[in-house]
Antibody, heavy 119, light 107 residues
Framework: EVQLVESGGGLVQPGGSLRLSCAAS????????MSWVRQAPGKGLEWVAN????????YYVDSVKGRFTISRDNTKNSLYLQMNSLRPEDTAVYYC????????????WGQGTLVTVSS | DIQMTQSPSSLSASVGDRVTITCRAS??????LAWYQQKPGKAPKSLIY???SLQSGVPSKFSGSGSGTDFTLTISSLQPEDFATYYC?????????FGGGTKVEIK
């Protein structure tokens, strides 16, 4: 059974930093593209970033470029999102998801972790 | 960026109804389209990819169609567990983008 478990969310002040983690199991993590998708309270879904299986190719939505960094550790079956210079508009539930092979659609999702940026 | 527009934004329907949700892309995306279902307080669940291919384990009452710029998700006979918000997503090009969602409510 595929499981994705996010952690690391919380309350942070504007300008602060946070590192999210996603622990993966039930599939061959090192073979899959992985993604972060977020959802602001009461709003729709927004793709944030994704990374290839080898960890050497990344894509980001413009609003987080230069502030967020996606990374992975295939030896630990883990995905990360380092978030710097956080803004109130980054407040959201952050989901990690694996990507269905030969597509860039989100196959399985974690339960999400809430990030609140507020003073 | 490719904009995805869903309609309607919400609808009310009864158990047993046939429901159709539309998703329009601002430019052609071939069949690089997925559909998701999200229930309140839960993570989204993938339903359909490549516009019309059903994810494993998804019941056949869900179907998708379309190509280019116009797509539909159809639920053939609405059941209580289908009341949720549905999103389309294009994966033709970066940035990956979602539609605004369609909330299906009980009439």
């Amino acid at each position: 059974e595929v499981q994705l478990v996010e952690s690391g969310g919380g309350l942070v002040q504007p300008g602060g930093s946070l590192r999210l983690s996603c622990a993966a199991s039930g599939f061959t993590f090192s073979s899959y593209w992985m993604s972060w998708v977020r959802q602001a309270p009461g709003k729709g879904l927004e793709w944030v970033a994704n990374i290839n299986p080898d960890g050497n190719r990344e894509y980001y939505v413009d609003s987080v470029k230069g502030r967020f960094t996606i990374s992975r550790d295939n030896t630990k079956n883990s995905l990360y999102l380092q978030m710097n210079s956080l803004r109130p508009e980054d407040t959201a539930v952050y989901y990690c998801a694996n990507t269905k092979p030969n597509t860039v659609m989100f196959d399985y999702w974690g339960q999400g972790t809430l990030v609140t940026v507020s003073s | 960026d490719i904009q995805m527009t869903q309609s309607p934004s919400s609808l009310s329907a009864s158990v047993g109804d046939r429901v159709t949700i539309t998703c329009r892309a601002s430019q052609g995306i071939s069949i690089f389209l997925a559909w998701y279902q999200q229930k309140p307080g839960k993570a989204p669940k993938s339903l359909i990819y490549a516009a019309s291919s059903l994810q494993s384990g998804v019941p056949s009452k869900f179907s998708g169609s379309g190509s280019g710029t116009d797509f539909t998700l159809t639920i053939s006979s609405l059941q209580p567990e289908d009341f949720a918000t549905y999103y389309c997503q294009q994966y033709k090009s970066y940035p990956l983008t979602f539609g605004g969602g369609t909330k299906v409510e009980i009439k």
